[in-house]
């Protein structure tokens, strides 16, 4: 790759990591197509990576995306439509892109498209994948990792979901205050999933995930504004900001994956900190719990430690029960059973971990083979905790956190 194409690649990758679901939201509220519009950009990046070698990367990248892409737009909506409507249809949207291109800032219509994708007309389990994948452009493996389906089965439903919005006519805009509460799950868990896929990857060294974390923090906070009195959403808020806080304490000088309990908290950020305590505070003003807001209070219970307290494993025990009643996900049992051997022992902890053994989804989820390893290997069970340890090192994708889970088994085999 010579240095013009190098150059090119790099700012058509630094326009998708800045813009991708702003061009993708502002081009499928106009047509409401949101395949065609994703269809649109997908040619409108592929035409820049063979012009901008040759004619130079343009002044504004997105503008000159966007151009393409809603010429691309226009294309396709003329070859499906036909007759008078198809063009006053085509007229419309014509005037106001190309008034839009006239040196205006591009119009932020994410959340328009948020709450579109959560329109009750959407099958509710292809919801939050459908907004992560249109807002912030995730592969339908991506997003089948985070929601533990096959790639095979969430690339279908999207499919589907997409063609629905288009055929119904599903609008796209901001629910009235009302409607809300029916859309407003299925955007908290697409914005939880996008902060949770840039989180698990602390160095930001992942093209694929960089910025994804403040990128879903940017989302809450832009639901928060629009939903100031709502506190799941300030306690979805306040759980992103209490795990950010942390992030230059997760890895050692070389790199190495650093445990929570063994964190320095001098490196913790205190101002996020105290930003989410606020926001937890004048969620529980509201008188109503929910799932986000009990979840950001374990993670405030974790902080305690900066206060020059240990941590209080009996309330992040009732926290976690709370959680299990109100949302029965098996990582909150995992965290679940972690916090019962605490509490109570490893063996209550390790039993509490058996029961969720039938549970498939856990086959190949890492969290659970390596707390399973962990609480058999302080009961002595060293061989059956060293075959824990194998499956969740075989499990794990993050280098330092495979080094981690490594050692940890090394350390059993020494004792």
Avoid at 291 to 319: F, K, N, P
Wanted: proline share 4%; glycine share 8%; charged share 25%.
């Amino acid at each position: 790759m010579d240095d013009r194409s190098g150059i090119a690649r790099a700012a058509a990758e630094a326009a998708a990591r800045r813009s991708y679901g702003k061009l993708v939201a502002w081009l499928a509220a106009r047509t409401r197509d949101v395949a065609g519009a994703e269809d649109a950009l997908a040619d409108a990046f592929a035409a820049a990576l063979e012009r901008w070698p040759r004619a130079g990367v343009p002044e504004q990248p997105e503008a000159w995306l966007l151009s393409v892409a809603r010429r691309r737009n226009v294309d396709a909506v003329r070859r499906r439509l036909t007759g008078e409507a198809a063009r006053d249809h085509l007229k419309l949207i014509a005037e106001e892109m190309e008034a839009r291109m006239n040196g205006e800032e591009l119009p932020d219509d994410r959340l328009r498209l948020m709450f579109a994708c959560a329109h009750p007309a959407i099958d509710t389990s292809v919801r939050a994948p459908l907004i992560l994948q249109t807002i912030l452009g995730f592969d339908a493996a991506t997003i089948a990792s985070a929601f533990l389906v096959s790639p095979a089965t969430t690339g279908q439903r999207l499919v589907r979901a997409k063609a629905r919005i288009r055929e119904t006519g599903i609008p796209f805009r901001v629910p009235e205050q009302a409607e809300l509460g029916d859309r407003l799950g299925a955007v908290l868990e697409a914005i939880y999933a996008t902060f949770a896929e840039g989180w698990s990857d602390p160095t930001g060294t992942d093209s694929r995930r960089r910025n994804l974390a403040t990128e879903g923090i940017w989302l809450g906070r832009l639901v928060a504004s629009l939903m100031p009195d709502e506190p799941e959403v300030l306690g979805l808020l306040a759980l992103m900001l209490f795990a950010e806080a942390r992030r230059s304490a997760r890895r050692g000088a070389q790199g190495d994956f650093v445990p929570l309990a063994e964190q320095d908290i001098a490196l913790w950020d205190g101002g996020l900190i105290d930003e989410a305590e606020a926001l937890l505070v004048r969620a529980a003003q509201r008188g109503i719990i929910g799932r986000y807001q009990l979840e950001a209070a374990v993670q405030s219970a974790h902080t305690a430690r900066r206060r020059g307290c240990g941590t209080d494993w009996a309330a992040i025990r009732q926290l976690y029960d709370a959680l299990q009643a109100v949302a029965e996900s098996p990582v909150v049992a995992i965290n679940r059973a972690v916090a019962i051997a605490e509490t109570e022992g490893a063996p209550a902890g390790l039993a509490a971990l058996y029961v969720l053994g039938e549970d498939r989804r856990l086959r190949d989820y890492q969290p659970y083979w390596a707390a399973r390893a962990g609480l058999l290997a302080r009961l002595g069970n060293s061989k059956q905790a060293a075959q824990s340890y194998d499956r969740a090192i075989g499990l794990e994708r993050d280098p330092a956190l495979r080094r981690f889970l490594q050692g940890e088994k090394a350390k059993l085999v020494r004792g």
